[in-house]
């Protein structure tokens, strides 16, 4: 499985757009990015996913460039709900579960 | 839709008893995964099912813990012995796996807090 590097935390305001970068630089041919969000006292939720270029949802954006060694997770104006923990997770999809990390904790203020 | 249902919320229990979480996953979903999630760190996988069989518990251990799925629905893990170094939250998690537009992305419950003195 490819191992996954991304900031420990990350500070931000209300309104401001919050990009988050993971390092995956043994990633696969075959392996798909997969980010998830986590709050406290619940389980990880699933944000978004993709292979290469971009991908965008009503949620995030997710940016991987030509050679998927990095990716970037986007999130437009950020709000105080959108503190969590968000986790980068490399690997192909299929029968055995993805590995998750320790994740980047990101911190919105007012 | 209703999501993975886990029970107990919470739990505390001394070292060297025994405990017991229950999970029902959403309704179709034939993978049922159970983590084990230590405070500050991410969730570490214990055991996959595929229908009622295993697909991968080689993080589980097998000295001490234990999991079923019976008719490929629900699901119990069970710590015998506890230790203290089991202190942490249990969560189960679903996913279609087959078919559909994202069949592996897991739906998680909301776990149970296990808390050994």
């Known amino acids: 499985l490819a191992k996954t590097t991304q900031p420990i935390s990350m500070d931000s305001y209300e309104g401001q757009e919050v990009n988050i970068t993971c390092s995956h630089n043994?990633?696969?041919?075959?392996?798909?990015i997969t980010w998830y969000q986590q709050f406290p006292s619940q389980g990880p939720r699933f944000i978004i996913q993709?292979?290469?270029t971009k991908v965008t949802n009503e949620v995030a954006s997710l940016f991987i460039p030509a050679d998927r060694k990095s990716s970037t997770l986007s999130l437009p104006r950020v709000s105080l709900s959108d503190t969590a923990v968000y986790y980068c997770?490399?690997?192909?999809?299929?029968?055995?579960?993805?590995?998750f990390g320790s994740g980047t904790r990101l911190q919105v203020q007012p | 839709e209703a999501g993975v249902a886990q029970s107990p919320r919470y739990k505390i229990i001394e070292k060297r008893q025994s405990v017991a979480f229950w999970c029902n996953p959403i309704?179709?979903?034939?993978?049922l995964y159970w983590y084990q999630q230590i405070l500050g760190q991410g969730p570490k996988l214990l055991i996959q099912?595929?229908?009622?069989?295993?697909?991968?518990d080689s993080q589980l251990p097998k000295d001490r813990f234990s999991a079923e799925r019976l008719k490929g629905v629900d699901s119990t893990l069970k710590i015998q012995p506890a230790k203290l170094e089991d202190s942490a939250v249990y969560l189960c998690?679903?996913?279609?796996?087959?078919?559909?537009?994202?069949?592996?992305?897991?739906?998680f419950g909301p776990g149970t807090r296990l808390t050994v003195t």
């Open positions: 993709g292979y290469k």
């Open positions: 043994n990633i696969a041919t075959n392996d798909y």
């Open positions: 309704s179709g979903h034939a993978t």
């Open positions: 997770l490399v690997g192909r999809e299929g029968r055995r579960a993805l590995t």
């Open positions: 998690a679903s996913s279609l796996g087959t078919g559909g537009d994202a069949p592996y992305e897991q739906y």
């Open positions: 099912f595929q229908n009622n069989g295993v697909v991968d």
